[in-house]
Nanobody, 122 residues
Framework: VQLQASGGGLVQAGGSLRLSCAASGRTFSTYAMGWFRQAPGKEREFVAA????????YVPSSVKGRFTISRDNAQNTMYLQMNSLKPEDTAVYFC????????????????WGQGTQVTVSS
């Protein structure tokens, strides 16, 4: 599986962005997917996860109510809708694919996209 993340950019605090992760291959729905982010000097942080069917999702409390993960298996694409963005959301965002259901650790994912920069100005 090859993953390509896109949709990052510069936005003011309180604004919104939608990230996309396009996947290659015919077995996209087989894989659970996730989003992680990494700010300079910090460890990679889990942001959201979704099951292969899209029927189950999980987001941590740090982004709950602001971020929504979804997927379109017909389009081999996963999304992260980010609302009410804060300066502390600034990071490179990575999408990942794996076989573990709603995994929250980076090592539980087997495939990674290249990352897309999200910058939130105050």
């Amino acid at each position: 599986v090859q993953l390509q993340a896109s949709g990052g950019g510069l936005v003011q605090a309180g604004g919104s962005l939608r990230l996309s992760c396009a996947a290659s291959g015919r077995t996209f729905s087989t894989y659970a997917m996730g989003w992680f982010r990494q700010a300079p000097g910090k460890e990679r942080e889990f942001v959201a996860a979704i099951s292969g069917s899209g029927g189950s999702t999980y987001v941590p409390s740090s982004v709950k109510g602001r971020f929504t993960i979804s997927r379109d298996n017909a389009q081999n694409t996963m999304y992260l809708q980010m609302n009410s963005l804060k300066p502390e959301d600034t990071a490179v965002y990575f999408c990942a694919a794996g076989l573990q259901w709603l995994a929250v650790r980076s090592y539980q994912y087997d495939y990674w996209g290249q990352g897309t920069q999200v910058t939130v100005s105050s």
